[in-house]
Antibody, heavy 120, light 110 residues
Framework: QLQLQESGPGLVKPSEALSLTCTVS??????????WGWIRQPPGKGLEWIGC???????YYDPSLKSRVTISVDTSNNQFSLKLSSVTAADTAVYFC????????????WGQGTLVTVSS | QSVLTQPPSVSAAPGQQVTISCSGS????????VSWYQQLPGTAPKLLIY???KRPSGIPDRFSGSKSGTSATLGITGLQTGDEADYYC???????????FGGGTKLTVL
């Protein structure tokens, strides 16, 4: 059974960078068919798709975040990461990592999520 | 403002049925598969329907999905109190080259 687990700081200062890592177990980030992704959910609001990465490096980002987002994959450690620069309070959210099934347009496995608060 | 449009809330009595709509455009729903997610309070979303109308293993057949043109619908029959959750539709948008979600629908089982 595939499992995903987010990790990273729960508090980030405004203007700094948010960095999170997702560790994958029970499966491989080298799988060709899957795009390893990040989704966030601001408190009391809906889901927001951030972006995803294929193991060969192809990336897709939400246009509204594209200038601040970098997603990378480390197949040797079976992890992928999110970096969001120049954060503001509007970036406060629960961040989920998930597996996107390319070509079939669904997220079949999700991590439990981690709350990141942007505050000084 | 979400790319896909869902009603903010729906409600029905236990045992009854409900439908949740998801409206998009030719660049997303009209040209791609639709998936649906159930998010129980305080938990991560769970895949409920994929490829418009397929159910993952373990999802009861009380849940169904359909798609027509640029709209999709989630149906739930035999409502149970445990179905109270937020429901989201999702797909890919060819113009944005990104995944997109609906704003979510809160289901209340009265």
């Amino acid at each position: 059974q595939l499992q995903l687990q987010e990790s990273g700081p729960g508090l980030v200062k405004p203007s700094e960078a948010l960095s999170l890592t997702c560790t994958v177990s029970g499966g491989s980030t080298s799988s060709r068919s899957y795009c390893w992704g990040w989704i966030r959910q601001p408190p009391g609001k809906g889901l927001e798709w951030i972006g995803c990465i294929y193991y060969r490096g192809g990336t897709y980002y939400d246009p509204s975040l594209k200038s601040r987002v970098t997603i990378s994959v480390d197949t040797s450690n079976n992890q992928f990461s999110l970096k969001l620069s120049s954060v503001t309070a509007a970036d406060t959210a629960v961040y989920f990592c998930a597996r996107w099934v390319g070509g079939y347009e669904n997220l079949d496995y999700w991590g439990q999520g981690t709350l990141v608060t942007v505050s000084s | 403002q979400s790319v896909l449009t869902q009603p903010p809330s729906v409600s029905a009595a236990p045992g009854q049925q409900v439908t949740i709509s998801c409206s998009g455009s030719s660049s997303n729903i009209g040209n791609n598969y639709v998936s649906w997610y159930q998010q129980l309070p305080g938990t991560a979303p769970k895949l409920l329907i994929y490829e418009n109308n397929k159910r993952p293993s373990g999802i009861p057949d009380r849940f169904s999905g359909s798609k027509s043109g640029t709209s999709a619908t989630l149906g739930i029959t035999g409502l149970q109190t445990g179905d109270e959750a937020d429901y989201y539709c999702g797909t890919w948008d060819d113009s944005l080259s990104a995944g997109v979600f609906g704003g979510g629908t809160k289901l209340t089982v009265l």
